[in-house]
Nanobody, 128 residues
Framework: QAQIVESGGRFVQAGGSLRLSCAVSARPLSDYAAGWFRQAPGKAREFVASINRNGTRTVYADSVKGRFTVSRDDAKNTIYLQMTSLKPEDTAIYYC?????????????????????WGQGTQVTVSS
């Protein structure tokens, strides 16, 4: 049973940058593929970015492509989401999710249903 804790969310001005962290425990991080999702007030949770188990494949939502970068540091058991050129519409609670994919695959997930383990979220607020 993985435990996930996000951190790094805060208030930031539009155009600024922020790095979110996702600490994953219970198994070596290299066992997991991971994803970031977000939920804005009054909206459904949506996919942001994901990374496969060995960091060789990443997928991004069109709304963040070119501005956000997902990465991982298995030695620190941490997944990162580097966010740049932030916009007010990026304001949301950001969630980290993880899953153990089938061995020998290049799997990444882009939907909520594909992930078994979730953190509690961290709030990002971008002011105009």
């Amino acid at each position: 049973q993985a435990q996930i804790v996000e951190s790094g969310g805060r208030f930031v001005q539009a155009g600024g940058s922020l790095r979110l962290s996702c600490a994953v425990s219970a198994r070596p991080l290299s066992d997991y593929a991971a994803g970031w999702f977000r939920q804005a007030p009054g909206k459904a949770r949506e996919f942001v970015a994901s990374i496969n188990r060995n960091g060789t494949r990443t997928v991004y939502a069109d709304s963040v492509k070119g501005r956000f970068t997902v990465s991982r540091d298995d030695a620190k058991n941490t997944i990162y989401l580097q966010m740049t050129s932030l916009k007010p519409e990026d304001t949301a609670i950001y969630y980290c999710a993880a899953n153990v994919p089938p061995s020998g695959t290049n799997w990444v997930g882009v939907t909520e249903r594909q992930y078994h383990y979730w953190g509690q979220g961290t709030q990002v607020t971008v002011s105009s």
